[in-house]
Nanobody, 115 residues
Framework: QVQVVESGGGLVQAGGSLRLSCTASGSIFSINRMGWYRQAPGKQRELVAVITYDGSTDYADSVKGRFTISRDNAKNTAYLQMNSLKPEDTAVYYC?????????WGQGTQVTVSS
């Protein structure tokens, strides 16, 4: 069994910053990649950022230069540093881990950016 717990969402003014954390626990042998999706009301879920176990990263065009994903392999934890937040970043953010070919999801955390 693998559990994924995320934290760090909240309400922030435009231009502000937040950091999300996501930790996997349980029967973890090999994490292939981890990342975040987000879903805004009335919109499809979109990939925000992803990081592989060896540190390669990729970002949605809309967040490049503002968001940074990182990971601590020893802690089975991923982080998403979000700077220069915009109202359009408002969404529920879901982290995920791919472990031995299986996807495991966090519970989601709300990020709200006020203008």
């Amino acid at each position: 069994q693998v559990q994924v717990v995320e934290s760090g969402g909240g309400l922030v003014q435009a231009g502000g910053s937040l950091r999300l954390s996501c930790t996997a626990s349980g029967s973890i042998f090999s994490i292939n990649r981890m990342g975040w999706y987000r879903q805004a009301p009335g919109k499809q879920r979109e990939l925000v950022a992803v990081i592989t176990y060896d540190g390669s990263t990729d970002y949605a065009d809309s967040v490049k230069g503002r968001f940074t994903i990182s990971r601590d392999n020893a802690k089975n934890t991923a982080y998403l540093q979000m700077n220069s937040l915009k109202p359009e970043d408002t969404a529920v953010y879901y982290c995920y881990f791919i472990i031995l070919g299986h996807n495991y999801w966090g519970q989601g955390t709300q990020v709200t950016v006020s203008s």
